[in-house]
C-alpha cells in the first residue's frame, strides 16, 4: 500500500465531485451517508475531504490533505468497522520474534508508533523461546454483559432464573439476540438471585470484533 497525500485539492475534485461537494455543504446530501447515495465508496471519500476541509474546528485545508486517501479498499470497511472515513494512516509494522508457541516458531508483527516497544517486545520473545517456549490453552471465549434486574419481589425474580435456565427458553433469547446483528451469537446465560435482584450473565460469542457495543445492544433486546 502507498500512501498519498494532497496539498489542497484532491485529484479528483473538479470532475463532478465539487458539485456533490456543494450539495453537501448546503445540507442537500447527508455527509454521513455518501456511500450509499453515491454508490461509491472512494468518490464518497474524495467529497467528505472537501467538506471537511471547509469546515470549523479544522486547522487547515493542508492539514486535511496531508492524510493519505489513495490506494484504500474503502470497500472492505463502510457498514463494517469505520464511519464518516476521509482517509486513513498508515503506521509502521516490526517484527517481534521468534516466539515458541505450543511448539510451534511465530515471529510476531506489531504495528505501533511507540519507541522501543517492538524491541522490548522481542527481546522477551526471545527469553521464552529459549527457555523451552511456552504453552496456552483457551478455556473459554465470549463477551460478557452482566445486567442487574430488579423485580417486584424475590418470587418473580427467582422465576425469571428458571426461565432464563430452560433451554428451549435461551433458544427464544438467541433468536431475539441474532435480530440485532450478523456477527454476534448469545451463547449462554446463567442468573443469580439475591432477594427480587436477579443478576444475569449473558455471554456471547462476537465473530472478529471485541463486540462491545454489539453485545450490548443484543441483550437489550433480550431484555425487552
Keep these: 500500500?502507498?500512501?498519498?497525500?494532497?496539498?489542497?485539492?484532491?485529484?479528483?475534485?473538479?470532475?463532478?465531485v465539487d458539485a456533490v461537494v456543494e450539495k453537501v455543504c448546503s445540507d442537500e446530501l447527508p455527509v454521513h451517508s455518501l456511500e450509499r447515495e453515491l454508490g461509491d465508496c472512494a468518490r464518497a471519500v474524495l467529497v467528505r475531504r472537501e467538506w471537511l476541509k471547509r469546515q470549523p474546528g479544522v486547522a487547515s485545508a493542508e492539514a486535511v490533505g496531508r492524510v493519505p486517501h489513495e490506494g484504500f479498499d474503502y470497500d472492505a470497511v463502510h457498514?463494517?468497522?469505520?464511519?464518516?472515513?476521509?482517509?486513513?494512516?498508515?503506521?509502521?509494522?516490526?517484527?517481534?520474534g521468534p516466539l515458541l508457541l505450543n511448539g510451534k516458531t511465530y515471529q510476531v508483527p506489531l504495528a505501533t508508533v511507540?519507541?522501543?516497544?517492538?524491541?522490548?517486545?522481542?527481546?522477551?520473545?526471545?527469553?521464552?523461546?529459549?527457555?523451552?517456549?511456552?504453552?496456552?490453552?483457551?478455556?473459554?471465549?465470549?463477551?460478557?454483559?452482566?445486567?442487574?434486574?430488579r423485580f417486584p419481589s424475590a418470587i418473580r425474580a427467582a422465576a425469571f432464573a428458571a426461565w432464563m435456565h430452560d433451554p428451549a427458553n435461551l433458544a427464544v433469547a438467541q433468536e431475539q439476540f441474532?435480530?440485532?446483528t450478523r456477527f454476534g451469537r448469545l451463547t449462554s446465560c446463567r442468573v443469580t438471585v439475591a432477594g427480587r435482584y436477579a443478576y444475569a450473565r449473558f455471554v456471547c460469542a462476537t465473530g472478529d470484533a471485541m463486540g462491545m457495543n454489539m453485545?450490548?445492544?443484543?441483550?437489550s433486546a433480550v431484555l425487552d
Design 178 to 180: 441474532a435480530t440485532t
Design 114 to 149: 511507540e519507541g522501543a516497544l517492538i524491541a522490548s517486545t522481542r527481546r522477551g520473545c526471545k527469553a521464552i523461546t529459549a527457555a523451552g517456549g511456552a504453552s496456552a490453552a483457551v478455556l473459554s471465549q465470549g463477551m460478557t454483559r452482566a445486567p442487574v434486574i
Design 1 to 16: 500500500m502507498v500512501a498519498h497525500t494532497d496539498t489542497h485539492t484532491d485529484t479528483a475534485v473538479g470532475n463532478g
Design 215 to 219: 453485545v450490548s445492544k443484543g441483550v
Design 79 to 96: 457498514g463494517a468497522c469505520a464511519e464518516m472515513v476521509f482517509g486513513y494512516i498508515p503506521l509502521p509494522v516490526g517484527v517481534a
